[in-house]
């Protein structure tokens, strides 16, 4: 069984930069998509950024695009999410998720496509 946990939240200022860990362990995520949602409070769980097994391929929501970036590095089991320019917006619960495996296409983007989940980490940006 695939477990996944998240590490790197924390209260920052708009403007700063955060990049967030997720580490897997009972099982490789190297042939999962990978994925990143993030829910902040009174709303509901939202798309942030997606990567394919291999790294090839990797999308992001409108809202983080150009500031965000996902990135995997499959020898150490690992998926990451860079932050920048971070704005007050951005504050929530950022959960990583794991898609089936293997699976050597592409992405989603729908959140019931996805398998194995963190507990997540808090992100706060104040202004």
């Known amino acids: 069984q695939v477990q996944l946990v998240e590490s790197g939240g924390r209260s920052v200022q708009a403007g700063g930069s955060l990049t967030l860990s997720c580490a897997a362990s009972?099982?490789?995520?190297?042939?999962?998509?990978m994925g990143w949602y993030r829910q902040a409070p009174g709303k509901e769980r939202e798309f942030v950024a997606a990567?394919?097994?291999?790294?090839?391929?990797?999308a992001y929501a409108g809202s983080v695009e150009g500031r965000f970036t996902i990135s995997r590095y499959n020898a150490k089991n690992t998926v990451s999410l860079t932050m920048n320019n971070l704005e007050p917006e951005d504050t929530a619960v950022y959960y990583c998720?794991?898609?089936?495996?293997?699976?050597?296409?592409?992405?989603?983007?729908?959140?019931?496509?996805?398998?194995?989940w963190g507990q997540g980490t808090q992100v706060t940006v104040s202004s």
């Open positions: 990567i394919n097994w291999n790294g090839g391929s990797t």
């Open positions: 009972g099982g490789t995520v190297n042939r999962n998509y």
């Open positions: 998720a794991a898609g089936p495996s293997p699976y050597y296409g592409d992405f989603y983007r729908d959140h019931t496509r996805y398998v194995y």
